[in-house]
Nanobody, 124 residues
Framework: QVQLVESGGGLVQAGGSLRLSCTAS????????MGWYRQAPGKQRELVAT???????NYADSVKGRFTISRENAKNTVYLQMNSLRPEDTAVYYC??????????????????WGQGTQVTVSS
């Protein structure tokens, strides 16, 4: 089983910055895409940014130019640098990763794991 642990959330004033981190642990043969999603109260979970193992990135229009996703493949870690934060960025941020793990007695299997979420609150 692959687990994701996030850190770095918190309370910040509008215009401020935060950096989220997420590290995957367990038996991992490979990780393909990693990404960040967020869910605000009363809203559906939405994509924030994704990054492939080769470094190709994709961003939601609402965060382009303000957020930067990056990853360290050797550490199975993905980051989200968030600058120029706005009150509308307030949400629980979730890390996601997909790849290949080892299931005992079965062999290599694909996985799609989520972190527990970290709260980001931006005050006006």
């Amino acid at each position: 089983q692959v687990q994701l642990v996030e850190s770095g959330g918190g309370l910040v004033q509008a215009g401020g910055s935060l950096r989220l981190s997420c590290t995957a642990s367990g038996i991992i043969f490979s990780i393909n895409a990693m990404g960040w999603y967020r869910q605000a109260p009363g809203k559906q979970r939405e994509l924030v940014a994704t990054i492939t193992s080769g470094g190709s990135t994709n961003y939601a229009d609402s965060v382009k130019g303000r957020f930067t996703i990056s990853r360290e493949n050797a550490k199975n870690t993905v980051y989200l640098q968030m600058n120029s934060l706005r009150p509308e960025d307030t949400a629980v941020y979730y890390c996601n990763a997909g790849g290949v793990t080892q299931r005992i007695g079965v062999g290599p299997v694909s996985f799609d794991s989520w972190g527990q979420g970290t709260q980001v609150t931006v005050s006006s």
